[in-house]
């Protein structure tokens, strides 16, 4: 039973344009949201969170949205850049618990 | 300098062998995971510990053994390797319990069982 769900397993978007990276979820309980990004033979990096009581978060070209009656946060990059092909997870928590989706690919194309 | 660090980088064992993967981080946090990431590509925790203590043990066969022996160190035993462990393991930590904190990852450990 997947908590928190990334349906689209990869996205490619062109250098220059707008990223918009989706994840849904099912525990209302979640009070926080985490953005992580993956290189390849690498461990993720933090990126950008949210906490359940904000709608919007923005950190220079990164932005999270939350929308908690439609229980869906949404990661928006723009510019999209050529480093920033990678993969990407959403993650929510509460308490001690903390559940990952399954990451997209995104890939930046020149 | 490496913040988190876990060795060995990559681990090939044989079936009914056991292991250790070490990590240790030196970013001064209290709270330390493991995680495994199979080949469906899924990211899952395994255990969590804070302040030596364990606070997370999910449903994990009791052949997987974390060992703190202090606040900077998470070690994972496993006992009777099968195939079905073969997957990438990461240590991650962060300052304070889980919710909301941001946790620094390791570089991954993969390990495959013949």
């Known amino acids: 039973d997947q908590q928190v769900k990334q349906n689209s397993p990869s996205l490619s978007v062109q250098e220059g344009r707008i990223s918009i990276l989706n994840c849904d979820y099912t525990?209302?309980?979640?009070?926080?949201f985490l953005w992580y990004k993956k290189y390849p033979a690498e461990g993720p990096t933090f990126l950008i969170s949210i906490s359940s009581i904000k709608d919007k978060n923005e950190d220079g070209r990164f932005t999270v949205f939350l929308n908690k009656s439609a229980k869906h946060l949404s990661l928006h990059i723009v510019p999209s850049q050529p480093g920033d092909s990678a993969v990407y997870f959403c993650a929510a928590s509460v308490d001690d618990k903390i559940i990952f989706g399954k990451g997209t690919r995104l890939h930046i194309l020149p | 300098d490496t913040a988190v660090s876990q060795t060995p980088k990559y681990l090939v064992t044989q079936m009914g062998n056991d292991k250790s993967i070490k990590c240790e981080q030196n970013l001064g946090h209290d709270t330390m995971y493991w995680y495994k990431q199979d080949s469906k590509k899924f990211l899952k925790i395994m255990f969590s510990?804070?302040?030596?203590?364990?606070?997370i043990n999910e449903t994990v066969p009791n052949r997987f053994s974390p060992k703190s022996p202090d606040k900077a160190h998470l070690n994972l035993h496993i006992n009777s390797l099968e195939l079905g462990d073969s997957a990438v393991y990461f240590c991650?930590?962060?300052?304070?319990?889980?919710?909301?904190?941001?946790?620094?990852f390791g570089p991954g450990t993969r390990l495959l069982v013949l």
């Open positions: 991650a930590s962060s300052l304070g319990r889980t919710s909301g904190k941001i946790q620094y």
């Open positions: 525990n209302s309980m979640f009070d926080y």
């Open positions: 510990y804070n302040n030596k203590e364990l606070i």
